[in-house]
């Protein structure tokens, strides 16, 4: 069983920046994948980064890519999603993942078993 706990969503201004933070309980953290997520209104959840257990390997979507930054430290058993240069499409409810059935987080959501609450990002215009 593992518990996530998002944090740091908000309302910024184009070009801004926010951090995400994703809280973890429950099973070894370092032990599995991670991945974030956001789902924007009328859409369909958007697979966005996933980061490696030992923190050593990200991927990115290429809207995304040179934008956010996914790490994590295992000994406070956190994720984290910084997010630079935001747009107003990257508007949505963020949501971190647990990937317990490999190292690194997949790219669909069916392949994770646990999830956070979700924190909303609104960037503005």
């Known amino acids: 069983q593992v518990q996530l706990v998002e944090s740091g969503g908000g309302l910024v201004q184009a070009g801004g920046s926010l951090r995400l933070s994703c809280a973890a309980s429950?099973?070894?953290?370092?032990?599995?994948?991670m991945g974030w997520f956001r789902q924007a209104p009328g859409k369909e959840r958007e697979f966005v980064a996933s980061?490696?257990?030992?923190?050593?390997?990200?991927y990115y979507i290429d809207s995304v890519n040179a934008r956010f930054t996914a790490s994590r430290d295992n000994a406070r058993n956190t994720v984290y999603l910084q997010m630079n240069s935001l747009k107003p499409e990257d508007t949505a409810v963020y949501y971190c993942?647990?990937?317990?059935?490999?190292?690194?987080?997949?790219?669909?959501?069916?392949?994770?078993?646990?999830w956070g609450q979700g924190t909303q990002v609104t960037v503005s215009s």
């Open positions: 993942a647990a990937d317990l059935s490999r190292p690194f987080g997949a790219r669909s959501p069916s392949e994770y078993a646990y």
């Open positions: 429950g099973r070894t953290f370092s032990g599995y994948g």
């Open positions: 980061i490696w257990w030992s923190g050593t390997s990200t």
